[in-house]
C-alpha cells in the first residue's frame, strides 16, 4: 500500500513512533576502511555534484528542526570529520531556533586538532568509534596504522569538553573479541562512556554471518569475567543502548543489541544521506529524494510534507530475522551510521 502522509505536524509514523533524532550523512567517504564496513579498495564514491551542499544541508536540518520536531542532530558519515564546511554547518545548526543538541559520530583521527573549534562552533557530545587497543589489530582491522591518531582524537574531545565522550566499539569473533574487558578498563581509566554495538548486515561486501557474529549475552558474559554488572536504573527511553553499572556504579557500559534484542519499537530516528535522500531505517529499501525536490524548487512546506511522508511508511522492524531479509543497496557508510 502506498504510504499516505499524515496530517500531523512531527515525524510520526503508523506504528506511533515519533522521530525527534536526525542522523546526517555528510559524505560516504572515509579515510579507514573497516573490515566489517567496507572492502580495501574502498567504494564508488559519491560524485560531487550528487552531495548535498552545506548551505542545502541547513536547509534541510532547518526544516527538520523548524517544522518537524527534531531536537537532536547527529552528524555521521563515512567520515564526518573529511567534509570540509563541518565546523560552518555545525555553526549554522547551532544558531537554529529551538537549538537542536549537536552530536558527532567519527572515527577520531585529527578530531585532536578540531575538538575545541567544534566545540566552539556548537558540537556538544561525540562518539568515537574504537575496537582495539592493540595497534596490529587496528591496522588489520581498519587497514591503516592509525591507532594513536584515534587515541588522541579521544583525549582532544575530552580536553575541549565534548563530554561525555563515547566509544562505539563492534566486536568480531576470532578478531576483537578477547578485548572486551580491556576496553572497559581503558575506558573506565580516562572517563569515556563505552558502548559495545552487535556487527550489524550492512557491510558492503555482504559477508556478515549472524552464526558468527558477537551476541550481547557474549559480551556481557565476557566483561563479567571481570567486572560487576548491575541493571542501571536510570530510564532507556528510546535510547539504543541498553546500560549497565559497572562495579555498583557510577561508571556504565553500554550493549547495543541492534540484531538479538532489537529496539525498533522505541526507534525515534530518521536519517538523511550525503546526496539528500531520507530513509526512515537503516535497513530500509526505499529513500525519499529531497535533494530533487529542493532543486526543483521546493519550498520548506513541501519539503516537510516529503519528509513527512517517508516517515509514515516505516516498517515496524528491521526484520533481520526474516526469511525474506534483504539486506539494503547501500553500506552503513552510504547511510550514515
Ligand atoms: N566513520 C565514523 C565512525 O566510524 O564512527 C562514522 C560512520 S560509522 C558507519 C558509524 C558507526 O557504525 C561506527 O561506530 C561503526 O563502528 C559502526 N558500524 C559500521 N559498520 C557496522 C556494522 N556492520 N555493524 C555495526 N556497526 C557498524
Ligand atoms: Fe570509516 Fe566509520 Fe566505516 Fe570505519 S566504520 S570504514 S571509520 S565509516
Given at each position: 500500500?502506498?504510504?499516505?502522509?499524515?496530517?500531523?505536524?512531527?515525524?510520526?509514523?503508523?506504528?506511533?513512533?515519533?522521530?525527534?533524532?536526525?542522523?546526517?550523512?555528510?559524505?560516504?567517504?572515509c579515510?579507514?576502511?573497516?573490515?566489517?564496513?567496507?572492502?580495501?579498495?574502498?567504494?564508488?564514491?559519491?560524485?560531487?555534484?550528487?552531495?548535498?551542499?552545506?548551505?542545502?544541508?541547513?536547509?534541510?536540518v532547518?526544516?527538520?528542526?523548524?517544522?518537524?520536531?527534531?531536537?537532536?542532530?547527529?552528524f555521521?558519515?563515512?567520515?564526518?570529520?573529511?567534509?570540509?564546511?563541518?565546523?560552518?554547518?555545525?555553526?549554522?545548526?547551532?544558531?537554529?531556533?529551538?537549538?537542536?543538541?549537536i552530536?558527532?559520530t567519527?572515527?577520531?583521527?585529527?578530531?585532536?586538532?578540531?575538538?575545541?573549534?567544534?566545540?566552539?562552533?556548537?558540537?556538544?557530545?561525540?562518539?568515537?568509534?574504537?575496537?582495539?587497543?592493540d595497534?596490529?589489530?587496528?591496522?588489520?582491522?581498519?587497514?591503516?596504522?592509525?591507532?594513536?591518531?584515534?587515541?588522541?582524537?579521544?583525549?582532544?574531545?575530552?580536553?575541549?569538553?565534548?563530554t561525555?565522550?563515547?566509544?562505539?566499539?563492534?566486536?568480531?569473533?576470532?578478531?576483537?573479541?578477547?578485548e572486551?574487558?580491556?576496553?572497559?578498563?581503558?575506558?573506565l581509566?580516562?572517563?569515556?562512556?563505552?558502548?559495545?554495538?552487535?556487527?550489524?548486515?550492512?557491510?558492503?561486501?555482504?559477508?556478515?554471518?549472524?552464526?558468527?557474529?558477537?551476541?550481547?549475552?557474549e559480551?556481557?558474559?565476557?566483561?563479567?569475567?571481570?567486572?560487576?554488572?548491575?541493571?542501571?536504573?536510570?530510564?532507556?527511553?528510546?535510547?539504543?543502548?541498553?546500560?549497565?553499572?559497572?562495579?555498583?556504579?557510577?561508571?556504565?557500559?553500554?550493549?547495543?543489541?541492534?540484531?538479538?534484542q532489537?529496539?525498533?519499537?522505541?526507534?525515534?530516528?530518521?536519517?538523511?544521506?550525503?546526496?539528500?535522500?531520507?530513509?526512515?531505517?537503516?535497513?530500509?529499501?526505499e529513500?525519499?529524494?529531497?535533494r530533487?525536490a529542493?532543486?526543483?524548487?521546493?519550498?520548506?512546506?513541501?519539503?516537510?510534507?516529503?519528509?513527512?511522508?517517508?516517515?509514515?511508511?516505516?516498517?515496524?522492524?528491521?526484520?533481520?530475522?526474516?526469511?525474506?531479509?534483504?539486506?539494503p543497496?547501500?553500506?552503513?557508510?552510504?547511510?550514515?551510521?
Amino acid at each position: 500500500m502506498t504510504p499516505v502522509a499524515p496530517s500531523a505536524e512531527g515525524l510520526v509514523d503508523r506504528y506511533g513512533r515519533v522521530a525527534r533524532g536526525l542522523r546526517v550523512s555528510l559524505t560516504d567517504k572515509c579515510n579507514l576502511r573497516c573490515t566489517y564496513c567496507m572492502p580495501a579498495e574502498g567504494l564508488p564514491w559519491l560524485a560531487g555534484p550528487d552531495l548535498l551542499t552545506d548551505a542545502e544541508i541547513v536547509r534541510l536540518v532547518r526544516v527538520a528542526v523548524g517544522r518537524l520536531g527534531v531536537t537532536e542532530v547527529r552528524f555521521t558519515g563515512g567520515e564526518p570529520l573529511i567534509r570540509p564546511g563541518l565546523a560552518g554547518i555545525v555553526a549554522e545548526v547551532a544558531a537554529l531556533r529551538p537549538r537542536p543538541r549537536i552530536c558527532l559520530t567519527t572515527n577520531g583521527i585529527g578530531l585532536d586538532r578540531v575538538a575545541s573549534g567544534l566545540r566552539a562552533a556548537g558540537v556538544d557530545r561525540v562518539n568515537v568509534s574504537l575496537d582495539t587497543l592493540d595497534p596490529e589489530r587496528f591496522r588489520q582491522l581498519t587497514r591503516r596504522s592509525q591507532l594513536d591518531a584515534v587515541l588522541a582524537g579521544l583525549a582532544g574531545a575530552a580536553s575541549a569538553g565534548l563530554t561525555p565522550v563515547k566509544i562505539n566499539t563492534v566486536l568480531m569473533r576470532g578478531v576483537n573479541d578477547d578485548e572486551a574487558p580491556a576496553l572497559l578498563r581503558f575506558a573506565l581509566d580516562h572517563g569515556y562512556q563505552l558502548r559495545f554495538i552487535e556487527q550489524m548486515p550492512l557491510d558492503a561486501q555482504h559477508g556478515w554471518d549472524r552464526s558468527r557474529m558477537v551476541t550481547a549475552e557474549e559480551i556481557l558474559a565476557a566483561l563479567a569475567t571481570t567486572f560487576d554488572l548491575s541493571p542501571d536504573p536510570a530510564v532507556r527511553g528510546a535510547a539504543p543502548a541498553e546500560t549497565w553499572l559497572v562495579d555498583g556504579g557510577p561508571a556504565r557500559v553500554g550493549v547495543i543489541a541492534s540484531v538479538t534484542q532489537a529496539f525498533c519499537g522505541d526507534c525515534d530516528r530518521t536519517r538523511l544521506t550525503a546526496d539528500g535522500q531520507v530513509r526512515s531505517c537503516l535497513f530500509a529499501t526505499e529513500e525519499s529524494d529531497l535533494r530533487g525536490a529542493l532543486r526543483a524548487g521546493a519550498d520548506d512546506d513541501e519539503l516537510a510534507r516529503r519528509w513527512r511522508a517517508a516517515m509514515w511508511g516505516k516498517r515496524a522492524g528491521h526484520g533481520i530475522d526474516d526469511p525474506t531479509f534483504l539486506q539494503p543497496a547501500r553500506p552503513m557508510s552510504a547511510i550514515g551510521g
